[in-house]
């Protein structure tokens, strides 16, 4: 079975100052919003997918809700947060999250229960809407930095996609391909091919990362998510201010290092 991405999740220390970078590089971030359990987001919105960033904006509500469960989303990201900025989950489209806990449960993942929750979201007219998410969690011991689960969207989707948050002045319209750098990248490759996204994750070691994206950079994590691919409509609307934030031209590819980026890469293709 092969899965589509939901969303990306980009830990940062400062949400205001990664919201400020994206937008100058053309993309339109929605409002801020406040989870229940101590972490906030903003988001990029693409075609039926988007870039989360996160931060722990109230880290007291994490010690309050969440400390006895089996897994928690917020605990997660803030041990993250500890260790470094970066790409530290991967969602994929679920409708039916219970049943892809099975399914997960069935390729040898370690599954906790499925998570529900809720918040409050913003349209573009300034309406406040609610929006809720079920997510299962397959995780696996060489992934501790890099986690992949399923969110099922549990209000109609007019509550969450408008076409406003989704036009972009740098034309981008999708996450391509996920990265990631492994020590053991061979056994990730068979995990990730177990639970049906090795079609849209592609495990490299550090050597072949730096050799096909011709950056090398201390901020490349050795056990996880080191980027993604964005696809774009064209290129040149987004060249100048990449160039501004360090990125380098291979092979027609926009890419902006790590370093430069709050622990993430970005690689810009056309489409």
């Known amino acids: 079975m092969s899965r589509a991405i939901d969303h990306i999740v980009l830990c940062v220390n400062d949400l205001d100052a990664a919201i400020a970078v994206y937008t100058q590089l053309g993309f339109t971030v929605t409002p801020r919003a406040v989870h229940p359990f101590g972490t906030g987001n903003a988001l990029i919105q693409l075609d039926g997918m988007y870039i989360e960033l996160l931060a722990v904006i109230d880290p007291d509500k994490i010690a309050e809700t969440d400390l006895a469960q089996p897994f928690s989303f917020p605990i997660y990201n803030r041990d993250y947060l500890r260790h470094r900025e970066g790409m530290s989950m991967l969602a994929l489209q679920s409708r039916d999250a219970e049943q892809d806990r099975q399914k997960f449960i069935a390729a040898g993942a370690a599954v906790p229960p499925v998570f529900h929750f809720e918040r409050d979201a913003k349209t573009p007219d300034g309406e406040t809407v609610g929006v809720a998410f079920s997510l299962a969690y397959a995780n696996h011991p060489l992934l501790r930095h890099a986690v992949t689960f399923v969110c099922q969207h549990r209000h109609p989707v007019q509550n969450f996609y408008f076409p ?45 990362l730096i050799s096909r994206y011709g950056v090398e950079d201390s901020a490349f994590p050795t056990d996880g998510f080191a980027g993604f691919e964005l696809i774009v409509d064209d290129i040149a609307k987004m060249a100048d201010a990449a160039f ?22 970005m690689v810009i293709k056309a489409k």
């Open 164 to 208: 406003d948050y989704q036009s972009h002045q740098n034309g981008a319209v999708a996450i391509g391909k996920v990265l990631v750098d492994h020590w053991a990248a061979e056994a990730v490759r068979d995990f990730y091919e177990e639970i049906g996204v090795d079609a849209i994750v592609d495990v490299l070691h550090g050597d072949e």
């Open 244 to 265: 501004a934030m360090g990125a380098v031209e291979k092979d027609g590819m926009l890419i902006i290092p790590p370093s430069r980026f709050f622990g993430v890469m």
